[in-house]
């Protein structure tokens, strides 16, 4: 099986599935490009199961003081993951957290594989959208695809993040 991604290419799900495998009950669980997975609040179990699936790095957008069920930057660091907190709210934030995001997309995709995950996958998929249409040139329609099987939901953060990549391409 194939998934089609921009500019005609074809990517074999078969090559990306160990770190999908990974977070099989993830809410939301998706790989939008090779080496990245995305998704909502992972376990204790996904933790382990991502490192073992040879996950370095788990990037969380949820606010610090968010509950969670279990204490993640410990969990992460017990695994042997390094783990960035780059906050993301329900509502249209700062560009300079897109600018964030994306950076530290673009400096670990195709390095090192990474897990990026919110509650639910909502935030997560809305803010991906700028790394996927300037840094994996999908279109539009493409990217916006992406996000929603990611989890995206929230129309503001959509379009926040569309707002952006038009603001970076005409600037």
Same mark, same amino acid.
């Given at each position: 099986m194939?998934?089609?991604? @921009?500019?005609?290419?074809?990517?074999?799900i078969a090559a !990306?599935?160990?770190?999908?495998d $990974?977070i099989a009950?993830v809410?939301n $669980?998706?790989?939008?490009?090779p080496?990245?997975?995305?998704?909502?609040q992972?376990s204790?179990q996904?933790?382990a199961?991502?490192?073992q699936?040879? +996950?370095?790095l788990?990037l969380? +957008?949820?606010d610090?003081m968010?509950?969670r069920? =279990?204490?993640?930057?410990?969990e992460v660091a017990? $695994?042997?993951?390094?783990?960035?907190?780059?906050p993301v709210?329900?509502?249209?934030?700062?560009?300079?957290?897109?600018?964030?995001?994306?950076?530290v997309? @673009?400096?670990? !995709?195709?390095?090192?594989?990474v897990?990026?995950? +919110? $509650?639910?996958?909502?935030?997560?998929g809305?803010?991906?959208?700028p790394y =996927?249409?300037?840094?994996q040139?999908?279109?539009?329609?493409?990217?916006?695809n992406?996000?929603?099987r990611?989890?995206?939901?929230?129309?503001?953060?959509?379009?926040? @993040?569309?707002?952006?990549?038009?603001n970076?391409?005409?600037?």
């Amino acid at each position: 099986m194939a998934v089609r991604r @921009s500019k005609g290419r074809m990517l074999s799900i078969a090559a !990306v599935s160990a770190l999908f495998d $990974a977070i099989a009950g993830v809410p939301n $669980a998706s790989e939008p490009v090779p080496g990245l997975v995305t998704g909502g609040q992972p376990s204790p179990q996904h933790l382990a199961a991502l490192k073992q699936a040879g +996950c370095e790095l788990i990037l969380d +957008c949820r606010d610090p003081m968010e509950p969670r069920p =279990l204490s993640e930057p410990d969990e992460v660091a017990r $695994a042997g993951m390094d783990y960035v907190v780059i906050p993301v709210g329900h509502t249209r934030g700062e560009d300079e957290t897109l600018r964030r995001i994306q950076e530290v997309l @673009s400096a670990n !995709v195709g390095k090192r594989k990474v897990f990026y995950h +919110c $509650a639910s996958g909502n935030r997560v998929g809305a803010t991906l959208i700028p790394y =996927l249409m300037l840094e994996q040139e999908f279109t539009e329609e493409d990217a916006v695809n992406a996000a929603m099987r990611a989890g995206a939901r929230n129309a503001e953060l959509i379009e926040w @993040s569309l707002e952006f990549v038009k603001n970076k391409l005409d600037g």
